[in-house]
T-cell receptor, first 115, second 112 residues
Framework: KAGVTQTPRYLIKTRGQQVTLSCSPISGHRSVSWYQQTPGQGLQFLFEYFSETQRNKGNFPGRFSGRQFSNSRSEMNVSTLELGDSALYLC??????????????FGQGTRLTVV | AQSVTQLGSHVSVSEGALVLLRCNYSSSVPPYLFWYVQYPNQGLQLLLKYTTGATLVKGINGFEAEFKKSETSFHLTKPSAHMSDAAEYFCAVSDAGNQFYFGTGTSLTVIP
């Protein structure tokens, strides 16, 4: 059974550009969450999608957005990149919509560097 | 609101010694608790989880954790450390909608 796949693994972008990250969840999983990991702030929740609907959103500016497709694949977009957006972006998929019942399986992440 | 506090950002143990990583949580609802491990440039791998039932939870690689409601703790232990255990460990509590609140992590060093 394939795990969570995130593409690309590494990205280098220039300030002011935009970027799109992709996440393919485990087959059958309908919940996809995104997290930003930085040395200073640790792991912070961005948003969660379930059946193409955003169910929950963290405390990030509107430059961070996402969507989920009918096949549960998800994309995350960051517009007008800032140096502080440099981070490891992790995607997690879960089987169930019930709290805690479906443990989160994480991808290897996309390392975004903004220069 | 949910939150997690991990005491000790860095822990060093000798190979073969007991591993103890501390985690305290705050939750307004009965918590679901997790421990994840992260190796360099990798995602998070689930070690174990507590949802309901038995408060002593056994996980992979010989790790276990005990849920103590009275102490709001969920400490991770392993009787004998192995070199391959060196990694970053995260404690997390889950919220409605599968939102996880993570601690700041504990970096475990195993000394040969």
């Amino acid at each position: 059974k394939a795990g969570v796949t995130q593409t690309p693994r590494y990205l280098i972008k220039t300030r002011g550009q935009q970027v799109t990250l992709s996440c393919s969840p485990i087959s059958g999983h309908r919940s996809v969450s995104w997290y930003q990991q930085t040395p200073g702030q640790g792991l912070q929740f961005l948003f969660e999608y379930f059946s193409e609907t955003q169910r929950n959103k963290g405390n990030f500016p509107g430059r961070f957005s996402g969507r989920q497709f009918s096949n549960s694949r998800s994309e995350m977009n960051v517009s007008t990149l800032e140096l502080g957006d440099s981070a490891l972006y992790l995607c997690a998929s879960s089987l169930s919509s019930d709290r805690g019942v479906g443990e989160a399986f994480f991808g290897q992440g996309t390392r975004l560097t903004v220069v | 609101a949910q939150s997690v506090t991990q005491l000790g950002s860095h822990v060093s143990v000798s190979e073969g010694a007991l591993v103890l990583l501390r985690c305290n949580y705050s939750s307004s609802v009965p918590p679901y608790l997790f421990w994840y491990v992260q190796y360099p440039n990798q995602g998070l791998q689930l070690l174990l989880k507590y949802t309901t039932g038995a408060t002593l939870v056994k996980g992979i690689n010989g790790f276990e954790a005990e849920f103590k409601k009275s102490e709001t703790s969920f400490h991770l232990t392993k009787p004998s450390a192995h070199m391959s255990d060196a990694a970053e460990y995260f404690c997390a509590v889950s919220d409605a909608g599968n939102q996880f609140y993570f601690g700041t992590g504990t970096s475990l060093t195993v000394i040969p």
